[in-house]
């Protein structure tokens, strides 16, 4: 498993790592404890029907403090998928994925 980028969450101390891996695919792990224990999201890719693959995931971010629950993630072949729910689950932003340069 490759980890493309980590971060600590200033929010909630959160550890997040954006990983890659030739089986099991682009994935974010979370860790509550700096990593002694890691639990891994829901597997992330892109719509079926945009016909598009998701390359790797490779930048993290966690987002306002306003906003306790949300993260970005960047990944290859121009995308960037949005976490309302702590990173657990992941949303492509289609006004990105669809856009006629992307």
């Known amino acids: 498993m490759g980890v493309y980028h980590a971060t600590l969450d200033p929010r909630d101390g959160t550890l997040f790592a954006a990983t890659n891996h030739r089986v099991y695919g682009s994935t974010v792990q979370r860790s509550a404890d700096i990593g002694r224990t890691c639990t891994r999201s829901v597997q992330i890719g892109l719509p079926e029907e945009s016909g598009l693959t998701l390359d790797a995931v ?7 403090a306003e906003e306790p629950e949300t993260v970005y ?6 995308a960037l998928f949005r976490s309302d729910d702590g990173g657990n689950s992941w949303e492509a932003n289609r006004g990105i994925l669809d ?3 992307a």
């Open 73 to 78: 993630l960047g990944a290859a072949r121009g």
């Open 99 to 101: 856009h006629p340069h």
């Open 58 to 64: 490779w930048h993290i971010e966690p987002g306002r």
